[in-house]
């Protein structure tokens, strides 16, 4: 890449090596330049501690690491930041906490492409005209106030006068316009900027803290919000607040929660939580809605435009239960109401628009559909080539929508294929559903452990093919002809958690009442919502945080309650700092 002459390479500070003040030392001054080379933070701001609190009735919060964004989050914050929702920019997908040598070459570059768009900047980023003459108030300003923005925080007086000392070296080569710019590339891959760094505020803020912990400040508070609900970079509100110390306190916090979640960003981000619970997008053990194959032979109405409406209908209604309904647990587990095109509406059987492109709210049949369990969706995503598969649909929900984790399968876990049909037994040929063929496969030896487990909540999906389609009964073809099975449905709900109790159920319509109705389900949703939140997986300490924010079926609490109270929650608005 050509680099601009100006970016001479300058010293990198190590963000962890230095003061733990937010001051020269946080800024870093990274400048990528000829060689592209810098150095992240490999510290913790946690400690190794087991997640027991030996000091009753204290506020106890676990260690974190460092974070960095996400590239969806660096992406959204320059868009906010310079008014350019057209920006795309092709960053690091690993958002570890160390940067890679590929990440930093990656930010590099974005800075490149984000200046090379200043025609299509909506936002004024200097506050002067940067092709007239030098003006020093202009540099002051321009640091100061886009600082402030970019940073998620005022700058302090070391900060403020090692960005000048970047522009006059700049300055001496590079005319002032040019000059500012070089600054502007140095803010935007500051580890201020990429970095979520938390370092606490002095004194309890009236607390009993356990020995190591201490409240976020204001300004941090204001970023995890942001982050948490937007998924972008603290509005000037959420600035003003964390500057006028509104956020030092719960209740600060909640009512700019409040303000954030009733923002069409917050449905954003919704529905994006929403797909990734789903895990629509694919993991390393499964394709996207997108790219999960089907037999053309078997599904002829599959199509890109049938796999797009699928999605649009989890946002959808997502977003209409949490935004526009009463946001219930219950009410997303076991709604009938729909949204579909064309090619989706056949799918599910009912009257809707004629057309691909056209959308429309419609009821499903009480019979056949309840909740976002017996979506296509994620029947389609967890369903195999050619039918359906009880087993991933079973193991899902136990891991996904239980935390009951089962880890890997055992070495010599048999991989072939489920698929049902004619098979040879005792020397016969019978024909078999596809339930039949699992329990067959997986109901002895090792397998036996887990399937126990999965098989009956898998199994009350048996009435969705591969595609999602209702099927009142198995239908195959051998030797002698096509012939029907009968289906059968019932299964059951494991206990977890402690007084819980297994739940006999016949078919999905019950199974998802079942979860709406399980207090582990519910708070295996509070987790999810954390890890967003938080972007870490919640341990021993963090479990009051977890249950105080847990809506009850008895409550009439919804998951827009969950969220506000997760904004309050001790993990929320305290850290733990490394070996105190």
């Known amino acids: ?56 009735g204290l506020v106890d919060v676990a260690p974190a690491g460092m974070r960095r964004m996400t590239p969806q989050q660096f992406t959204s914050s320059m868009r906010d930041l310079f008014g350019d929702p057209a920006l795309e920019l092709d960053l690091d997908p690993d958002a570890g906490e160390v940067a890679s040598l590929l990440a930093v070459d990656k930010l590099n570059a974005a800075a490149e492409v984000i200046v090379a768009r200043r025609p299509s900047w909506g936002k004024p980023v200097f506050p002067c005209d940067t092709s007239g003459a030098e003006d020093e108030a202009c540099v002051d300003s321009f640091v100061r106030t886009f600082g402030r923005r970019a940073f998620r925080h005022t700058l302090d007086e070391a900060e403020v006068a090692m960005l000048k000392g970047q522009y006059a070296e700049a300055r001496k080569e590079q005319s002032f316009e040019d000059a500012l710019l ?33 409240p976020l400040t204001g300004w941090e508070r204001a970023a995890r919000l942001s982050y948490f609900l ?13 500057e006028s110390g509104a956020l030092d306190t719960a209740e600060g916090v909640r009512e700019h929660a409040e303000r954030l979640l009733s923002d069409d960003r917050a449905r954003a981000t919704a529905r994006r939580f929403f797909v990734d619970w789903l895990e629509l997008d694919g993991t390393k053990q499964h394709d996207s809605l997108e790219k999960a194959p089907k037999s053309p032979t078997i599904y002829p109405e599959d199509s890109p435009a049938l796999r797009a409406a699928m999605r649009a209908e989890i946002e959808a209604l997502a977003e209409r239960v949490l ?4 946001g219930r647990f219950e009410t997303l587990l076991t709604t009938t109401d729909a949204y579909v095109n064309g090619p989706l509406a056949a799918l599910y059987g009912v009257k809707g628009p004629a057309d691909d492109s056209t959308f429309s709210w419609v009821s499903l049949p009480r019979d056949q559909r309840a909740g976002i369990f017996t979506r296509a969706a994620f029947l389609s995503v967890f369903g195999s080539i050619e039918v359906k598969s009880p087993i991933r649909r079973g193991a899902y ?10 880890g890997p399968p055992p070495p010599n876990a048999s991989d ?28 002895s030896g090792v397998c036996a452990t887990c399937h126990t487990a999965i098989n009956p909540i898998g199994f009350a999906f048996e009435h969705y093919d591969a595609l999602g389609r209702w099927q009142p009964q198995e239908e195959g073809e051998d030797a002698t002809g096509p012939y029907t099975l009968d289906i059968e449905a019932r299964g059951r ?37 954390f890890q967003t939140a938080l972007r870490r997986v919640p341990i021993d300490q963090d479990l009051a945080s977890i249950e105080a924010a847990t809506p009850t079926p008895e409550s009439g609490g919804s998951l827009r309650d969950l969220i506000l109270a997760l904004t309050t929650s001790n993990a929320f608005l305290h850290l733990r700092r490394a070996g105190e």
């Open 1 to 56: 890449m050509k680099r601009k002459k100006g970016l001479k390479s300058l010293e990198v500070l190590d963000l962890c090596a230095s003061s733990t003040r937010r001051g020269t030392a946080l800024l870093g001054a990274v400048v990528l330049a000829a060689s592209g080379l810098t150095q992240g933070c490999v510290g913790r701001l946690g400690d190794d501690r087991d997640g027991s609190s030996s000091q009753s």
């Open 182 to 214: 070089v600054v502007l590339k140095i803010m935007i891959q500051s580890p201020s900027v990429y970095y979520f760094v938390e370092l606490g505020r002095e004194g309890d803020g009236g607390e009993a803290l356990a020995s190591g912990v201490r």
């Open 230 to 242: 937007w998924n972008t970079t603290p509005d000037d509100a959420l600035l003003d607040a964390a």
């Open 323 to 326: 935004f526009e309904g009463d």
């Open 397 to 406: 929900i136990l891991e996904q929508v239980l935390c009951s984790s089962l």
């Open 416 to 443: 072939v294929p489920v698929k049902g049909g004619a098979v040879e037994e005792n020397g016969q040929l019978v024909r078999r559903t596809i339930r039949q063929d699992v329990e067959a496969k997986t109901s």
């Open 493 to 529: 709900l494991p206990a977890i958690g402690p007084d819980a109790e297994s739940v006999e159920v016949d078919g999905a319509v019950e199974m998802s009442a079942a979860i709406a109705a399980s207090a582990a389900a519910r708070a295996c949703l509070t987790k999810h919502f």
